[in-house]
């Protein structure tokens, strides 16, 4: 599972699995940010009839997945966030991106576990595989 990580210091390739930083990448991929009529979304992301936002408050998060007709609130123990990324294959693969640390979850935003890395901070991601 390779990320590409938008960042102040530019674009970066993280192995999510090994949790590795592979090197530089030349530039994000081209993503569709989903249209949320949410207050305070910070950024959105969406795969199939999966959505998930992320907005300025505690919790971080907000999940649908019937297409944003319903949300539920998600990532409570999460620090304040930035990014997220939903894989298009497998909607309960999510990267989510506070300041500098990566946070990933396989179970549909139910569970997250913090990425050992450190990037400096963090504006975009995308998932590349």
Do not use: Q
Not at 26 to 48: K, N, S, Y
Not at 52 to 76: F, K
Not at 116 to 126: G, N, Q, S, T, V
């Amino acid at each position: 599972m390779i990320a590409a990580v938008g960042t102040a210091a530019g674009v970066l390739l993280v192995d999510v699995e090994a949790e590795t930083l592979l090197g530089e990448g030349a530039e994000m991929p081209a993503v569709e940010r989903p249209r949320v009529d949410l207050p305070r979304v910070v950024a959105a992301a969406r795969a199939g009839s999966t959505v998930v936002a992320v907005v300025d408050r505690r919790p971080p998060l907000l999940l649908s997945n019937d297409g944003g007709l319903t949300w539920r609130e998600a990532g409570g123990g999460l620090p304040t966030g930035f990014a997220i990324a939903v894989a298009e294959d497998d909607p309960d693969r999510m990267l989510y991106g506070a300041r500098n640390r990566l946070f990933l979850s396989t179970s549909g935003g139910v569970f997250w576990r913090a990425l050992a890395l450190e990037l400096p901070d963090i504006h975009r991601l995308a998932w590349l595989d």
